[in-house]
């Protein structure tokens, strides 16, 4: 299966910083990647759906000024979390879609900490 | 809209079988995945079904009646590894590879 790579897997900032965190296909090219965020013990929500060469799609709730997201790419997007707070800290998944039967492939996750 | 329910937690015994459930109520329907999540990792396919009918493989099946709106994952002769979380998720008709996913099943495998 294709992979996908983030980075970086835990990051510890303090409150107000910005974070980046990276998406890369590595051996595929992606017109589309999505970012998801995970609470604990909960499932996925997607936060917005990442298209290159053009403005992210934002879900329902999700702050466009706050999660920044960026797919200069075929390979790579990222997304700033600006100004992070507490309330930010979470596991933000991405994943790429795949050809056929449009499966996606997700990356191995970013373990975000806000003190 | 999209809704997907399947239950919160399960647990089951080593080398039995079981079975997990997921209803969605859709606006449109492009294909049902099932994906495996253990904790702190991200999610990993499964399955895919978007005809009714079964899909097996290896000790994984999955379901999918599209009138009835459900779909079950089945897995057999559990092992100890298996204990992870099971995510249900339906792709919408014309929303390319966007997928949404139900709250996910934790299932718990004891000795």
């Known amino acids: 299966g294709a992979v996908v790579s983030q980075h970086p897997s835990r990051v510890i900032c303090k409150s107000g910083t910005s974070v980046k965190i990276e998406c890369r296909s590595l051996?595929?090219?992606?017109?589309?990647m999505f970012w998801y965020r995970q609470f604990p013990k909960q499932s996925l929500m997607l936060m917005a759906t990442s298209n290159e060469g053009s403005k992210a799609t934002y879900e329902q709730g999700v702050e466009k000024d706050k999660f920044l997201i960026n797919h200069a790419s075929l390979t790579l997007s990222t997304l700033t979390v600006t100004s992070a707070h507490p309330e930010d800290s979470s596991f933000y998944i991405c994943?790429?879609?795949?050809?056929?039967?449009?499966?996606?492939?997700f990356g191995p996750g970013t373990r975000l900490t806000v003190l | 809209g999209q809704n997907i329910d399947q239950p919160t937690e399960m647990t089951a015994t080593e080398g039995a079988i079981v079975q997990i459930n997921c209803t969605y109520q859709?606006?449109?329907?492009?294909?049902l995945f099932w994906y495996q999540q253990h904790a702190g990792e991200a999610p990993t396919f499964l399955s895919y079904n978007v005809l009714d009918g079964l899909e097996e493989k290896g000790r994984f099946s999955s379901f999918l009646s599209r009138s009835k709106g459900y779909s079950y994952l089945l897995l057999k002769e559990l092992q100890m590894k298996d204990s992870a979380s099971y995510l249900c998720?339906?792709?919408?008709?014309?929303?390319?590879?966007?997928?949404?996913f139900g709250g996910g099943t934790r299932l718990m495998v004891k000795p």
């Open positions: 998720a339906v792709r919408p008709y014309n929303a390319g590879n966007m997928l949404t």
């Open positions: 994943s790429a879609g795949g050809q056929g039967s449009g499966e996606q492939f």
């Open positions: 859709t606006s449109g329907f492009n294909g």
């Open positions: 051996d595929f090219q992606a017109t589309t």
